[in-house]
T-cell receptor
Framework: DGGITQSPKYLFRKEGQNVTLSCEQNLNHDAMYWYRQDPGQGLRLIYYSQIVNDFQKGDIAEGYSVSREKKESFPLTVTSAQKNPTAFYLCASSIQGFGQGETQYFGPGTRLLVL | AQSVAQPEDQVNVAEGNPLTVKCTYS??????LFWYVQYPNRGLQFLLK??????LVKGSYGFEAEFNKSQTSFHLKKPSALVSDSALYFC??????????FGTGTQLKVEL
């Protein structure tokens, strides 16, 4: 988990509420990612960013939004349009985000629960 | 599409015995393959990866993985299991859009 911090560890969302998950890295990596983990389904990519002020949708972007204003930070907002947000959210980073053999390093995760 | 499969949801092994966690892959071209481990309520930790070269890849915490092209497999191994190795293990392969495509995970339980 070293070098990537996520907060909070647990987050509770009320009906119709937007919530934001924080991800910060001090690894000087260009690329950052958000994955969602559900039991028995592995991890699925929500959004990724290879450079500041640019990001791309992953496989399950609907109901989520991101920003990349600083190299170190890649916050994820879970909007009210995401009807099934309960999951474990993992942020990751890699050096450049272009090479197929590039290792992604993960943060400790945020567990989002719906009240 | 690039994909990996982990055929076993759970593997049980006695402490001190060798362990194997299985992974098979389906990729076009030369494969890049990864293993990660996840402890309860924690993020994923990188164990090792295969890019090219030796078929036996050594990684963290005494783990190694054997790449077998003819069987399209990349099994994770350790000669002597520890109780502390009990965790969820994921095999992964790079997919489109800079993502890693993960298997569904194998729960390893090492018992005394």
């Amino acid at each position: 988990d070293g070098g990537i911090t996520q907060s909070p560890k647990y987050l509770f969302r009320k009906e119709g509420q937007n919530v934001t998950l924080s991800c910060e890295q001090n690894l000087n990596h260009d690329a950052m990612y958000w994955y969602r983990q559900d039991p028995g389904q592995g991890l699925r990519l929500i959004y990724y960013s290879q450079i500041v002020n640019d990001f791309q949708k992953g496989d399950i972007a609907e109901g989520y939004s991101v920003s990349r204003e600083k190299k170190e930070s890649f916050p994820l907002t879970v909007t009210s349009a995401q009807k099934n947000p309960t999951a474990f959210y993992l942020c990751a980073s890699s050096i450049q985000g272009f090479g197929q053999g590039e290792t992604q390093y993960f943060g400790p995760g945020t567990r989002l629960l719906v009240l | 599409a690039q994909s990996v499969a982990q055929p076993e949801d759970q593997v049980n092994v006695a402490e001190g015995n060798p362990l194997t966690v299985k992974c098979t892959y389906s990729v076009s071209g030369n494969p890049y393959l990864f293993w990660y481990v996840q402890y309860p309520n924690r993020g994923l930790q990188f164990l090792l990866k295969y890019i090219t070269g030796d078929n036996l890849v050594k990684g963290s915490y005494g783990f190694e993985a054997e790449f077998n092209k003819s069987q399209t497999s990349f099994h994770l191994k350790k000669p002597s299991a520890l109780v502390s190795d009990s965790a969820l293990y994921f095999c992964a392969v790079p997919g489109g859009g800079n993502k890693l495509t993960f298997g569904t995970g194998t729960q390893l339980k090492v018992e005394l």
